[in-house]
């Protein structure tokens, strides 16, 4: 490993040399910088989102916006509760966050068979996203167009 300065400003982050493979070093990251976040799924996120949708109707309405006077508010209505509800779940999540050691401890992984798992869905995920986009690259020429550094024109009003 070289150190580069491939991070934010004033950072030295660990910079992957030729031939690296980058799921190796985040293997190697694992135990700083991998956490395991508790997430909400199925009842409890309609549950919760609900329940802004009703909270964010009720206080419309208390300020004169309803569907009589604004028919497609629901769809406001609707974003709203969304981002609220996901306000929440990642607020709760970011403050129970468990890290490698701590969840093979918990697990009674003393063979590190969790990072090698981990490792295992890394590589396939990496080389999936990898084949996406050389199967997307042919398309992306016209998207890339606005990338392009603008043309200038000389004194003749030719472009260069």
Not at 73 to 95: C, K, N, Y
Request: hydrophobic share 40%; no cysteine.
């Amino acid at each position: 490993m070289t150190k580069g300065s491939s991070g934010p400003a004033g950072s030295s982050w660990p910079k992957a040399t030729a031939g690296d493979d980058v799921t190796a070093d985040l293997a190697r990251l694992m135990a700083r910088d991998l956490v395991f976040v508790m997430r909400f799924l199925g009842e409890s996120q309609y549950r919760l989102q609900q329940h802004f949708h009703d909270f964010i109707a009720e206080e419309l309405a208390r300020q004169g916006f309803t569907k009589e006077t604004h028919p497609l508010i629901g769809g406001f209505v609707e974003t709203h509760a969304l981002v609220m509800r996901d306000f929440v779940f990642s607020g709760v999540a970011l403050t129970h966050q468990v890290r490698i050691d701590e969840m093979e401890r918990l697990l009674g992984d003393t063979t590190s068979v969790l990072r090698v798992d981990i490792w295992d869905q890394l590589r396939g995920h990496i080389d999936m996203a990898e084949r996406q986009f050389k199967t997307q690259a042919p398309g992306l020429e016209r998207q890339l167009e606005a990338y392009r550094a603008p043309s200038r024109t000389n004194d003749e009003g030719e472009r260069s």
